[in-house]
């Protein structure tokens, strides 16, 4: 997309490793990640509705990929552990979004990521969601908070607690890293919530409460 076309949006959702190597197949999937499913289709449909932005990101590695020598190989280019899992291909295989991918665990650093951002200069608000929290969520939110106050932009960064998840492991309690994780993020200017509302939501609640 043109950088004239991406200077319209306000409202840009990004949608982190929602891919099967993470939530149902190979060395680094944990399937309780799939409970967050929900929440993020019910994000993206809003998004497209109210006529946001979407950004899918897929850990994406070559075999030799340098990474591997901290975490397990996984999630190789040509596999299926590097495709959206199925809940989340048609939006892609439709077009609707954009996809980026990335050989770290921070997309900052993804082929095009940071040139898009840039040319997105009508934003107002960027969300996340994904997995996993203390990983490549906080490594996507807090450099791109820092990165967005460099430049004196005034964008809030959105994650909402109940679409972001991380892993369970004997050495990784999945509760522990991911207050821990919120709580960094927080601290560092993104604005932590329990659930993704639009002031369209909280309107139609107000309403029917009166």
């Known amino acids: 997309m043109k950088d004239n076309e991406l ?13 099967n190597g993470f939530v149902t197949e190979g060395a680094l999937a944990d399937p309780e990640i799939a409970k967050i499913i ?22 994406t590695h ?3 990929s340098k990474e591997f020598e901290s975490f397990p190989p996984h999630c190789i280019k040509g596999t299926r552990e590097a495709e959206l899992i199925d809940e989340l291909k048609p939006y892609e295989d439709l077009g609707l ?4 991918e990335k050989n770290s665990t921070s997309t ?29 969520i906080a490594n996507l939110a807090i450099p791109l908070k820092n990165f967005l106050n460099e430049n004196d932009r005034d964008t809030k960064i959105v994650v909402p607690e109940n ?7 004997q050495w990784h ?14 601290q560092s200017g993104v604005e932590v919530v329990k659930e993704y509302k639009t002031e369209t939501d909280i309107r139609y609640e107000w309403d029917t409460l009166s």
């Open 38 to 59: 929900p929440e993020i289709t019910r994000i993206i449909d809003q998004t497209i509705e109210e006529g946001g932005y979407v950004a899918f990101v897929k850990d």
């Open 97 to 100: 979004g954009i996809s980026y």
């Open 163 to 169: 679409a972001v998840e991380t892993f369970n492991a």
């Open 7 to 19: 200077s319209q949006y306000k409202k840009l959702l990004i949608i982190v490793d929602m891919i």
């Open 62 to 64: 070559h075999e030799k």
């Open 108 to 136: 900052i650093f993804a082929k095009g990521f940071l040139k898009d951002i840039e040319s997105m200069t009508e934003l107002d608000e960027i969300v996340i969601v994904g997995c996993c929290t203390d990983i490549c």
């Open 173 to 186: 309690d999945r509760n522990e890293w991911n207050l821990m994780a919120l709580a960094m993020m927080k």
